[in-house]
């Protein structure tokens, strides 16, 4: 299957900092990604769709100027996480759609972020 | 309501039996509807998806919808202690590729 990376696997940052968090698709291209967060026994949420080329949508309460995401190629999407407070802890996961009808997403593997 | 609900869990069953997993969406629209099994820490990973009403079967897997009652289900045939793990429905709406996914059902599987 579609195999989507994801950068670092593991963070701790100090409060305050700035985080980058990139993902990869590494056999296939894509046009869009996907951002979502997970915190602890709670389902995912979307955060955020990343297209190449253009500006990221936003879900609704996703602060775009806190959760800044590039979509710089067709393989690569980042998520850079702004002056990190510990409330923004959390296992974030990138996915990209696959197949002939993009219906099918894979998701990467994932990236704890701790903030301390 | 919410758009895609699930039983939280967690679902217990003994090792070999059948277990049998729920999902019940609000949207009419939905037309696309996948699950997904997450284990403790790690990312999802894509089990099966189903468009048309009926049922799907991948290895011991099937999948089951039925658009008019608004739900679709998981059936886990031979459960297997690796198969413990959270499982979520999401669906995907026509014209949008953003998934919106249930709060998932924990399933543990007893030797």
């Known amino acids: 299957g579609a195999v989507v990376s994801q950068h670092p696997s593991r963070v701790i940052c100090k409060s305050g900092t700035s985080v980058k968090i990139e993902c990869r698709s590494l056999?296939?291209?894509?046009?869009?990604m996907f951002w979502y967060r997970q915190f602890p026994k709670q389902s995912l949420m979307l955060m955020a769709t990343?297209?190449?080329?253009?500006?990221?949508?936003?879900e609704q309460g996703v602060e775009k100027d806190k959760f800044l995401i590039n979509h710089a190629s067709l393989t690569l999407s980042t998520l850079t996480v702004t002056s990190a407070h510990p409330e923004d802890s959390s296992f974030y996961i990138c996915?990209?759609?696959?197949?002939?009808?993009?219906?099918?997403?894979?998701f990467g593997p994932g990236t704890r972020l701790t903030v301390l | 309501q919410k758009e895609v609900e699930q039983n939280s869990g967690p679902l217990s069953v003994p090792e070999g039996a059948i277990a049998s997993l729920n999902c019940t969406y609000s949207d009419r629209g939905s037309q696309s509807f996948f699950w997904y099994r997450q284990y403790s820490g790690k990312s999802p990973e894509l089990i099966m998806f189903?468009?048309?009403?009926g049922d799907k079967e991948d290895g011991r897997f099937t999948a089951q919808l039925n658009k008019a009652s608004q739900y679709v289900s998981l059936l886990i045939r031979d459960s297997q202690p690796s198969d413990s793990a959270t499982y979520l429905c999401a669906l995907r709406n026509t014209g949008f590729q953003k998934l919106v996914f249930g709060t998932g059902t924990r399933l543990l599987v007893s030797p």
């Open positions: 056999d296939f291209q894509a046009t869009t």
């Open positions: 996915s990209a759609p696959v197949g002939p009808s993009r219906d099918e997403q894979f």
């Open positions: 990343s297209n190449e080329g253009s500006k990221a949508t936003y």
């Open positions: 189903i468009y048309s009403n």
